[in-house]
């Protein structure tokens, strides 16, 4: 049975920082490149790309939105990837969710469209 369960969120003040976890059981956790999505209250597109990680760690991606504050990273012996969120603003303010795909490429991810399995999502709720 395939399980992504994320923890980590709650709620902060704007420029605090939270870590966000995913454990991965039920799938080969190192051979799938990991990311993370996050959609906000209201929101009616599809889930936002925030963050990919490589299967071995040794690339990454982030949306533009992110750069520079959130990192990604992943223990592959702990099938876990996690996502480290600074200075947080309101409009960061969404149900985070990790995602895993089989993919050639980290890219792929980015639309979602490759995605094989997602988490349950946690929130994250940022005070200004």
């Known amino acids: 049975q395939v399980q992504l369960v994320e923890s980590g969120g709650g709620l902060v003040q704007a420029g605090d920082s939270l870590r966000l976890s995913c454990a991965a059981s039920?799938?080969?956790?190192?051979?799938?490149?990991m990311g993370w999505f996050r959609q906000a209250p209201g929101q009616l597109r599809d889930r936002e790309f925030l963050?990919?990680?490589?299967?071995?760690?040794?690339?990454?991606h982030y949306a533009d939105s992110v750069k520079g504050r959130f990192t990604i990273s992943r223990d592959n012996a702990a099938n876990t990837v996690y996502l480290q969120m600074d200075n947080l603003k309101p409009e960061d303010e969404a149900v985070y969710y990790c995602?895993?795909?089989?993919?050639?490429?980290?890219?792929?991810?980015?639309?979602?469209?490759?995605?094989?399995?997602w988490g349950q999502g946690t929130q994250v709720t940022v005070s200004s």
């Open positions: 963050a990919t990680i490589s299967w071995a760690g040794g690339d990454t």
């Open positions: 039920g799938f080969a956790f190192s051979t799938y490149a």
């Open positions: 995602a895993a795909a089989r993919v050639a490429t980290i890219f792929s991810m980015i639309t979602g469209e490759w995605v094989d399995y």
